[in-house]
């Protein structure tokens, strides 16, 4: 990704907007497109077929996704082999730059409010600089515990071997660290990877003449996995569907990336889905595609929630289904980690399997009131807490 030149336009199958001057190095688990799939197909017949299937809430092969039903489990069974020890520092290097990012840090201390612990969150910023001020001042609070924000691991990699060196377990969320038994890895690779095949799946039960447009942050690092995640699983479960990526910079986030999508949209007219990486990226963009004439032609998709796009949801106008990269979820497994390596208990890694999938869509969020917050489990906090052998 770092390498490639920048360019305005089309470039081949991917449609890259200028990059951020610096390195960007947050990283939240959603997707990004590299590439796209290099088939067509009859585009014409598209721009119908996801304004009424999509509209009507799927297909009936639906009943055969199992990620359109809830989960019920945390994905750790397992309870610790002793008790939590209390007194310990926890600091997360937190990803600040956008609703989504910050959203992390008040399950983060709920959980450690609950086990006794001390919980720091130390923005990183977007540049190596600011990344590398945020890990300095967490050696420098001796923590007990530190969660990294799965950037690029090379811009902290020196920071990660000295607390290895020092004892003091590192998990990632959306980064591995293969080979060293100190770090570990939350909703990463395995996550990602069955997190997007699922999106691709979903839009193939819908649409088979889906034309998707991917929008993505520039410099994200774990996001290439995700992204050729789900090309590949849309080139096996949708033969006439394509995909095109639309690599936009952060900063345009919350400004002018509505109007970046609809340029992109009225030079390619047959585009019929857009793909958001995460859910911030649709502020604004309602108004845009209804100035722009596009209701009833587009539908969205997004990895992860937010109150702002599950209303949204409900409404059912454009957005047609949202991931749920649960970030109170993700932050308590964190803390789950981090409590079995205190207690000589074998950690619960992400295998990917074991992360609890939804796809949250109009027909099965009925009864919910998604103008609030909607947890991925729905007893998450209960269930972790019997593991932990504590209450609130």
């Known amino acids: 990704m770092s390498g490639r030149p920048r360019v305005v336009g089309r470039l081949g199958h991917t449609r890259l907007w200028s990059r951020l001057t610096s390195i960007v190095i947050v990283s939240l688990a959603g ?18 077929g996801a304004s009424s299937s999509a ?14 039903e809830r989960p019920s489990s945390v994905g750790v069974t397992a309870p610790l082999n002793g008790p939590v020890p209390k007194g310990k520092t926890i600091v997360w290097i937190n990803c600040d730059y956008s609703p989504a990012c910050v959203s992390f840090d008040a399950p983060g201390f709920a959980a450690a409010k609950l086990l006794g612990w001390h919980f720091v969150s130390i923005p990183g910023g977007e540049t190596p600089q600011s990344l590398a001020q945020a890990w300095t001042r967490a050696i ?41 038994a100190t770090l570990g890895e939350i909703a990463g690779e395995p996550f990602l990877e069955i997190q997007a095949a699922d999106q691709a799946k979903y839009i193939a039960s819908v649409d088979p003449h889906a034309n998707v447009l991917f929008v993505a942050g520039a410099g994200y690092s774990v996001n290439e996995l995700s992204q050729v995640a789900f090309e590949h699983a849309l080139k096996a479960d949708c033969a006439g569907c394509t995909e095109d990526a639309l690599n ?25 889905w857009v793909n958001l990486a995460f859910a911030d990226m649709d502020l604004g963009l309602t108004g845009a595609l209804n100035a722009g004439g596009y209701a009833g032609k587009i539908s969205v998709i997004t990895a992860d929630p937010d109150t702002a796009i599950d209303s949204e949801l409900a ?41 609890p999938q939804w796809i949250m869509t109009k027909s099965n969020t009925q009864g919910i009131d998604l103008s609030q917050p909607v ?18």
């Open 31 to 48: 997707v990004l497109a590299l590439a796209a799939c290099s088939s067509s197909s009859s585009q014409s017949q598209s721009n119908s």
């Open 55 to 68: 509209a009507a809430g799927g297909s009936t092969s639906q009943g055969a996704l199992p990620f359109l």
């Open 315 to 355: 409404s059912g106008q454009y957005v047609k289904a949202v991931g749920q990269y649960s970030q109170p979820y993700i932050m308590w497994r964190a803390f789950d980690w981090f409590a079995r390596k205190f207690t000589g208990t074998p950690v619960a890694d992400d295998v990917g399997t074991s992360m």
């Open 248 to 272: 936009v910079p952060l900063t345009s986030v919350g400004t002018n990336l509505p109007s970046l999508i609809v340029s992109d949209l009225q030079s390619h007219p047959n585009t019929n």
């Open 375 to 392: 947890a991925l489990v729905p007893d998450y906090q209960a269930q972790f807490e019997k593991l932990w052998g504590v209450q609130q």
């Open 140 to 180: 420098s609070l001796h923590p007990d515990g530190v969660i990294a924000n799965g950037t690029d691991e090379t811009l902290y990699a020196k920071y990660v071997n000295q607390l290895a060196a020092a004892h003091v377990p590192v998990v990632s969320i959306g980064q591995a660290f293969p080979g060293n």
